[in-house]
């Protein structure tokens, strides 16, 4: 739904899925760019942060952190 730009039905996916497996980091940081893309941005920014706490090791998670502050004008975090 993400790549048809059907955001809403996306989170609402997303967020079901995040029930079901609450440890997937890869699920936290979709949802969290999905609700950023949505104009969520604090929420987004949450579900991503757990994400990277997840995995705080796993390269994509660390990437996609980064990315989702440098989004949301956090750049000096993102560098970090």
Known sequence: ??????????????QKSVKIQ???????MNLGFCKISNEKSQDGME???????LEPN???MKFGYARALFSVGKLEEALE
């Open 1 to 14: 739904y993400m790549l048809q730009q059907d955001l809403v039905k996306a989170e609402e996916l997303l």
């Open 22 to 28: 609450p440890n997937f980091a890869p699920l936290w």
């Open 58 to 60: 796993d390269a994509d």
């Open 47 to 53: 579900d991503c942060k757990r994400a990277f706490d």
